[in-house]
């Protein structure tokens, strides 16, 4: 059995699935074509995403199966639920982002629960006895691999376009049943994303300028005719040297 863990991202600015995603049913379809293997959807979430799991099957899937749960848990969350759905798959496809931009670590989460190897990231893939994948590197550069059992894969967008489904299929995917797997009961251990500012190094404390009328005070904070401080040259040892630092730092208001 093949499996393509999908993601629907509904009620935001992109609503639907990621190409990656889109990809990742296409794989798993020719995967299972190249073996005679049949193919199940998962998804994780509310009741929506099941316009996505009849999508899976107009294209070709057996089984479409959602996970109810919360549409907010975090991805080792959304693994946990995966796994007993798709743990006796032989393949797990899965997309490398989805459509809101993720981070991309369920299929990672979902392969040390299963322990299976995993090929992230992947480029290109020939469904020849043993898988062959391509996955991409940093640089530009290529990693080609040999999946001989079990593994967790994830594709990039540009790898494959899903199929067209044929009318029929897409009618009769309608009135299919998606099966609902557990209930609304998983733990959500999410947490709201802390919110980034720009850096602003605390206010230094200067002396009071001098000069005795309001005229000369103002020069002389806004006097740029002096010539600038040229900057300190230290010879010291590096952990003398790293306290100066901290020192110098501390001096200008960018640390406690």
């Given at each position: 059995?093949?499996?393509?863990?999908?993601?629907?991202?509904?009620?935001?600015?992109?609503?639907?699935l990621?190409?990656a995603?889109?990809?990742a049913?296409?794989?798993?379809l020719r995967?299972?074509?190249?073996t005679?293997?049949?193919?199940?959807?998962?998804t994780?979430?509310?009741?929506?995403?099941?316009?996505?799991?009849?999508?899976a099957?107009?294209?070709?899937?057996?089984?479409?199966?959602?996970v109810?749960?919360?549409?907010?848990?975090?991805?080792?969350?959304?693994?946990?639920?995966?796994m007993?759905?798709?743990g006796?798959?032989t393949?797990?496809?899965c997309?490398d982002?989805?459509?809101?931009?993720g981070?991309?670590?369920?299929?990672?989460?979902?392969?040390e629960?299963?322990?299976?190897q995993?090929?992230?990231?992947?480029?290109a893939?020939?469904?020849i006895?043993?898988?062959?994948?391509?996955?991409?590197?940093?640089?530009?550069?290529?990693?080609?691999?040999?999946?001989?059992?079990?593994?967790?894969l994830?594709v990039?967008?540009?790898?494959?376009?899903?199929?067209?489904?044929p009318?029929?299929?897409?009618?009769?995917?309608?009135g299919?049943?998606?099966?609902?797997y557990?209930?609304?009961?998983?733990?959500?251990?999410?947490?709201?994303?802390?919110?980034?500012?720009p850096?602003?190094?605390?206010a230094?404390v200067?002396?009071?300028?001098a000069?005795?009328?309001?005229?000369?005070r103002l020069?002389?904070l806004?006097?740029?005719?002096s010539?600038?401080?040229?900057?300190?040259?230290v010879?010291?040892?590096?952990?003398?040297a790293?306290?100066?630092i901290?020192?110098?730092?501390s001096?200008w208001g960018?640390?406690a």
């Amino acid at each position: 059995m093949i499996a393509a863990c999908i993601k629907w991202i509904g009620g935001r600015s992109v609503t639907g699935l990621s190409a990656a995603d889109e990809c990742a049913i296409e794989m798993a379809l020719r995967h299972g074509e190249a073996t005679r293997s049949s193919v199940i959807a998962v998804t994780v979430g509310s009741a929506v995403a099941d316009r996505c799991l009849r999508d899976a099957l107009a294209c070709g899937a057996a089984t479409a199966i959602r996970v109810d749960a919360p549409d907010n848990m975090d991805s080792a969350s959304v693994a946990a639920a995966l796994m007993p759905v798709v743990g006796h798959s032989t393949a797990v496809w899965c997309g490398d982002y989805s459509a809101d931009r993720g981070s991309g670590s369920v299929p990672a989460f979902l392969a040390e629960l299963l322990d299976r190897q995993q090929a992230l990231g992947l480029v290109a893939a020939e469904f020849i006895d043993p898988l062959r994948v391509v996955r991409r590197l940093d640089g530009g550069r290529r990693e080609v691999l040999r999946i001989t059992g079990q593994a967790v894969l994830s594709v990039e967008g540009s790898v494959a376009r899903l199929r067209r489904a044929p009318l029929r299929a897409a009618l009769t995917a309608q009135g299919t049943e998606v099966l609902p797997y557990g209930t609304r009961t998983s733990p959500n251990t999410s947490v709201a994303a802390p919110t980034v500012r720009p850096y602003r190094p605390r206010a230094r404390v200067l002396n009071a300028p001098a000069g005795v009328t309001p005229l000369e005070r103002l020069r002389a904070l806004t006097d740029a005719s002096s010539a600038p401080q040229p900057g300190e040259i230290v010879e010291a040892d590096p952990a003398d040297a790293a306290a100066r630092i901290i020192d110098a730092l501390s001096e200008w208001g960018y640390l406690a």
